[in-house]
């Protein structure tokens, strides 16, 4: 058995088109989407990221605001230019990318966005939202894997749904969509026992640990739907998920390639919510 692809840049390319029709209506009555985001320092990635983001609006015609400023900018001037952005009427939706430089608490600036801007979902309130099931702005790569799974047309309510990873960005909240999506949900980590044993368990395996092809079909239940958010740079150059994704193909009914797989739809859903943040700020949702 070799396993059917979901393509994130497919369902990428499909989210993205039905996005930037709400965005020429909005455009047309006045209310431009706006997104700001924050560099600070010369990070190479994060140079990439925050490049993406601004093409990303870019195509879909959003207003955007890029703000790259020097590596040795003080906490009080960044939360000076999030406080200005919180205020600003033409801007929706606030991204700083991380990591940020040493000198700057990264949870005082995650703090300080206003949470109905926060459009990565670090926000606690929004984080609280998402934990007791309230509206919230949801973090975008697990807010991507859910949508990915959907696609499959597998139903995730009733199955059982194994995460691996259990980080703040990424397997927490992963697990909490899940569960929402009124799945069975067991999440493993580093010290989880028997590890390969529970992975095989589930009928959706997510895995999110940041170990280059470390789970291989051994982890896989026969049928299974596998969504790999690992992006590791190998020492040749290449990007590596965290499934050994020949070997995982055998035995997944449907599997996330990388790249190609969640990391297309993290900026999407970035633009989804700002989309999404910009009508609740102008009362049309
Ligand atoms: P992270 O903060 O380093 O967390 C890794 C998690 O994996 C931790 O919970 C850790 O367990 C667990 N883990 C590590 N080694 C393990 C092992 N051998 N067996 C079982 N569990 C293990 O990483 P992250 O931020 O969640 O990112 C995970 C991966 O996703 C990375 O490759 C990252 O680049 C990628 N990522 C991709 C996107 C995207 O847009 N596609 C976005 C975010 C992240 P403990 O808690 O016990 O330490």
Known sequence: MSASIISGKQVS???RESIAKEVQILTEKGHRPGLAVVLVGEDPASQ?????????CHEL??????????????QEELLALVDKLNRQENIHG???QLPLPKQINEKSVIDAIAPEKDVDGFHPVNVGNLMIGDDSL??????GVIELIKRTG???EGKHAVVIGRSNIVGKPVSLLLQRENATVTMCHSRTANMAEIARQGDILVVAIGRANMIDGSYVKPG?????VGMNRLDNGKLAGDVDYESAKEFAGFI?????GVGPMTITMLMQNTLLASKRLNGLA
């Open 138 to 143: 949801l973090p975008c790569t697990p807010a």
């Open 256 to 260: 996330t390639p990388v790249p190609g």
């Open 94 to 96: 606030i991204l700083v």
């Open 13 to 15: 390319e499909q989210i």
């Open 154 to 156: 597998v139903s995730i």
């Open 48 to 56: 990439v990221y925050v490049r993406n983001k601004e093409k990303a």
């Open 224 to 228: 299974a739907v596998v969504i790999d």
């Open 61 to 74: 015609g959003f207003y955007s605001e890029v703000h790259r400023l020097s590596p040795a900018t003080s």
